[in-house]
């Protein structure tokens, strides 16, 4: 089992930057897959991106390839997601989410443990 704690979503203006963070607690973070996933309101929750356990591996989205950077600090049980050149579309709550498992998946449903979400606004 594993608790996710979400942090660091607010208001900004189109073309700021934001940073979240994701606080782990439980058995050992290093061993799970982490992911960042976004619901907008009326929308389905998508995937935004992704990090291997190692941290080595990444993935995104295209809708925000370039502008976004997922990271994790094993030794703090944090996972991050850099925001920058943001844009109204990516008004949403953002969630962090755990797989239990060997590989990144970039599924909602592949994912078991998912932290409350945080808000993310972006004005034009």
């Known amino acids: 089992q594993v608790q996710l704690v979400e942090s660091g979503g607010g208001l900004v203006q189109a073309g700021g930057s934001l940073r979240l963070s994701c606080a782990a607690s439980?058995?050992?973070?290093?061993?799970?897959?982490m992911g960042w996933f976004r619901q907008a309101p009326g929308k389905e929750r998508e995937f935004v991106a992704a990090?291997?356990?190692?941290?080595?591996?990444?993935y995104y989205a295209n809708a925000v390839k370039g502008r976004f950077t997922i990271s994790r600090d094993n030794a703090k049980n944090t996972v991050y997601l850099q925001m920058n050149s943001l844009k109204p579309e990516d008004t949403a709550v953002y969630y962090c989410?755990?797989?239990?498992?060997?590989?990144?998946?970039?599924?909602?449903?592949?994912?078991?443990?998912w932290g409350q979400g945080t808000q993310v606004t972006v004005s034009s």
């Open positions: 989410a755990a797989r239990s498992g060997l590989v990144v998946s970039t599924t909602p449903e592949e994912f078991h443990y």
């Open positions: 439980g058995r050992i973070f290093s061993t799970y897959p």
């Open positions: 990090i291997s356990r190692s941290g080595g591996s990444t």
